[in-house]
C-alpha cells in the first residue's frame, strides 16, 4: 500500500533511486502477488491487485512493453471482424472497454479515430446488398458500444455516397468504391498506456523493476512459493529470491517458457500459445490524401491505414512466427505485401520510397487445430499449472482490464482472506484526473508557461495532467523547453522525465517506447540518438564511455532493422536483425522450428 504521506503522483515516480529502492523490496518482501511481465495484461494485473490492497510486485526482463504491447495497430476496439465469426461476447466486452479507457480511464491516451469501410465499386443489386451488409454490422457495432450510453465515448456511424467518400478520403480510387460506412474507435499510443499502468501500480504500492529477467521458480513440495530473478543492470551480480504467495506469469509469446520451467517435475502447461507476426509500415501524412482510416478486406485478414499524427500507420500482416520472439523482423515479403494490399485501392501507388519506418510485433494466441494463425482464438485464458502459479495468455490489448480482473480473482480465492473486488473500472490512471479541464483550459495554460498552444496540446494528449511537471522542468532548465534534434515534435523534456519518472534505463527505450521516433522518423532515430544520450546522460549520470555505447547501440539497431527489411523471407530477415546483441546483454529469444533435427 501506498504511504498516505505521499502524493499519488510521486509515488508513482519510476526514478532511478525508486528503481534501487524496490530492487531491495524485492529481496527483503514477501509478497501477495508478484507479476511476471511488464506488457500491458502483466501492468494490468498490478494495477489490479495492487488496487485491492494486495502487496504486489512486478519484474519485466527488458522495459515495459517492449514485446507486443508496443507494436500493435495502436487502436482500442471491439474488432468488427469478430462480428462475422460471430465472437459476439468479445465484441461486446472489448467496446466496453474502449468506452471506459475513452471516458474514465485513459481520456488523456485514448482518442476517437474515424475510420471509413468502403464499399466496392458493383451493379446495383451488389451495391445495395453490400451496403445493408455492412451497415448492419457497423449499426451492431454501435448497439454493442452502448447507443444511449453516456460512456460510449465515440461518435455514431454514418453512410457516405461516392462523392461523400472521396471527399472524406479524395486518395480513394474512384473506380474502386461505391460509397462508404464511416464509423469510430478509439487510438492509443500503446507503449504510453502500459508505461502509464505501470506508474500507477506503483502510485498503489507495487514494486515495479524493469531490467529483472525471472530465471526459475523457487518450490516447496508441490508449489510456486517465488521466483529466482537476475538483475540484469548488474551483470556480475548473482541472481536472487523473491518470495510470493502467488505468481502470475503474463508473459504473452513468452508463456510457454514459464511451464518449460517446470517441465522437470512434470508439470503441464494447460493451454498452448502460438506467435503470429503483424508487420505494419508508416508513411508520411502527405503520401496519402484522407481525414479518416480505412478497413479494408484482404484474402487472409483486414488491412487498416490509419491516421497517426503526421504519418498513416498502415498495417496488418498475420503470418505463423517461430523465430526470434525478442526482436521479430520485418521482411521485404511482408512489405510488399502491405504495399500490394493498399495500393489496390490509392490514386498514387506507394513504394518502399514513401515508407519512414516499419515495425513487428507478435500477437499471442491460444493455440488451437487451425492452421492458419487468423484463425486462432483472440479470447484469453488463465490456468494454474501448479500451486501457487497462474498463467494468462491470449486476450486483445483492449481488453487487458478484463484479463487483469480475471487473474487477480483467481489470485484472490487462492490467497484467502478478505480482499475487495476489482475495481479498475472506477480507477483512472495517472494523468487522466482533471484532464478534461486541462485540456478546456489548454490556451491559458500555454499563455501562463510562454509556450504554443500546439506544444501544450501535443503533451496534454501523451500525459494528461501530468504534464504540469514536466512544465516544471522546462521552467527550471530552458534547455530542456527545446526540440528534440531530428525530431522537432519532441521535446528534450520528455527524454529526461522517461529517465527520472518513467523508468527508462536505455536509450532504446525512450526512442522506441517513450517516444515513437524510431518509427515516426525517415532517419529511425539515428539524427536523435546523440541528443537524446546526452539528456539521458545527464539525468541519470552516465558517462561518457556508456554515452557513447548506448548510441552505438542503438544505431547497429536500426542498420540491422534496415536490412532485415529488404531481405527476401523471415528466416533471412531474423538471421540480419539478431546480429546486433541486446541491450540489455540478453541472448536471443529463439524457438527454432524442429525441422532439420537429424535423428
Known amino acids: ?23 531491495r523490496r524485492l529481496r527483503d518482501e514477501q509478497f501477495d502477488v508478484l507479476v511476471i511481465g511488464g506488457g ?47 465472437e459476439l461476447n468479445l465484441v461486446h466486452e472489448a467496446l466496453t472497454e474502449r468506452g471506459l479507457l475513452a471516458t474514465r480511464l485513459a481520456p488523456h491516451l485514448v482518442h476517437p ?33 452502448g447507443v444511449f450510453g453516456g460512456g460510449r465515448g465515440m461518435p455514431l456511424h454514418r453512410h457516405l455516397s461516392r462523392a461523400g467518400a472521396r471527399q472524406l478520403f479524395p486518395s480513394l480510387r474512384a473506380d474502386q468504391v461505391s460509397g462508404a460506412i464511416r464509423y469510430f474507435d478509439g487510438q492509443v499510443d500503446d507503449a504510453r498506456l502500459v508505461v502509464n499502468l505501470a506508474r500507477t501500480a506503483a502510485s498503489l504500492g507495487a514494486a515495479v523493476v524493469t531490467s529483472t529477467r525471472v530465471v526459475g521458480f523457487i518450490r516447496e513440495a508441490r508449489q510456486v512459493v517465488g521466483v529466482t530473478v537476475r538483475d540484469l543492470e548488474a551483470p556480475n551480480e548473482e541472481p536472487f529470491e523473491v518470495r510470493a504467495r502467488t505468481v502470475v506469469a503474463a508473459t504473452g509469446v513468452w508463456s510457454d517458457d514459464m511451464s518449460q520451467m517446470l517441465n522437470d517435475v512434470g508439470v503441464r502447461p494447460g493451454l498452448r500459445v502460438r506467435a503470429s507476426k503483424g508487420v505494419h509500415l508508416v508513411v508520411p501524412r502527405s503520401a496519402i490524401t484522407g481525414e479518416a482510416g480505412l478497413i479494408l478486406r484482404t484474402a487472409t485478414s483486414v488491412l487498416f491505414v490509419i491516421p497517426w499524427g503526421g504519418h498513416w500507420i498502415i498495417g496488418t500482416t498475420d503470418t505463423d512466427w517461430q523465430l526470434d520472439r525478442a526482436h521479430p523482423a520485418a521482411s521485404a515479403r511482408d512489405i ?21 519506418g516499419v515495425y513487428a510485433g507478435l500477437r499471442p494466441l491460444l493455440s488451437g487445430e487451425a492452421d492458419s494463425t487468423s484463425k486462432l482464438s483472440r479470447e484469453h485464458a488463465v490456468v494454474e499449472p501448479m500451486l501457487g502459479l497462474l498463467l494468462v495468455a491470449g486476450g486483445k490489448y483492449t481488453t487487458y482490464r478484463v484479463m487483469a ?21 472506477e480507477l483512472p490512471l495517472l494523468g487522466a484526473d482533471g484532464y478534461a479541464a486541462a485540456w478546456r483550459d489548454r490556451q491559458d495554460i500555454a499563455r501562463r508557461h510562454g509556450i504554443t498552444g500546439g506544444v501544450i496540446e501535443h503533451l496534454l494528449e501523451r500525459y494528461g495532467t501530468l504534464t504540469t511537471h514536466l512544465l516544471a522542468m522546462m521552467a527550471a532548465d530552458p534547455g530542456l523547453a527545446v526540440p528534440l534534434a531530428g525530431a522537432p515534435e519532441y521535446l528534450a523534456a520528455e527524454v529526461a522525465y522517461a529517465a527520472l519518472a518513467e523508468g527508462a534505463l536505455h536509450l532504446d527505450d525512450v526512442l522506441t517506447r517513450r517516444t515513437r521516433i524510431s518509427f515516426e522518423t525517415a532517419h529511425r532515430g539515428a539524427e536523435s540518438a546523440e541528443h537524446a544520450a546526452e539528456i539521458m546522460g545527464a539525468a541519470l549520470g552516465w558517462d561518457a564511455t556508456v554515452q557513447r555505447k548506448e548510441v552505438e547501440h542503438y544505431l547497429a539497431r536500426v542498420t540491422a532493422e534496415r536490412q532485415s527489411q529488404t531481405m527476401p523471407d523471415d528466416a533471412t530477415a531474423d538471421a540480419a536483425r539478431i546480429g546486433v546483441p541486446d541491450v540489455r ?3 536471443a529469444d529463439r524457438r527454432e522450428p524442429l525441422l532439420e533435427i537429424d535423428l
Open 1 to 23: 500500500m501506498r504511504d498516505p504521506s505521499v502524493s499519488r503522483f510521486s509515488a508513482g515516480r519510476l526514478s532511478p533511486i525508486r528503481r534501487t529502492a524496490d530492487l
Open 585 to 587: 546483454g540478453l541472448a
Open 405 to 425: 480482473a480475471d487473474v487477480i480473482d483467481q489470485a484472490v480465492r487462492r490467497l484467502g482472506g478478505a480482499a475487495h473486488p476489482s475495481r479498475t473500472a
Open 336 to 356: 510488399r505485401y502491405l504495399l500490394d494490399q493498399v495500393n489496390a485501392v490509392l490514386d498514387r501507388p506507394l513504394t518502399t520510397d514513401d515508407i519512414e
Open 40 to 86: 500491458v495484461t502483466g501492468a494490468g494485473a498490478a494495477v489490479d491487485a495492487a488496487s485491492r490492497g494486495l502487496k504486489v510486485a512486478l519484474v519485466e526482463a527488458r522495459d515495459f512493453a517492449s514485446g507486443t504491447s508496443s507494436r500493435s495497430s495502436k487502436l482500442i476496439h471491439g474488432g468488427l471482424r469478430y462480428l462475422e465469426q460471430l
Open 113 to 145: 479515430v474515424p475510420i471509413m469501410v468502403p464499399l466496392p465499386s458493383a451493379g446495383l443489386p451488389r451495391r445495395a446488398w453490400q451496403r445493408g451488409y455492412y451497415g448492419l454490422g457497423v449499426a451492431a457495432y454501435d448497439v454493442f458500444a
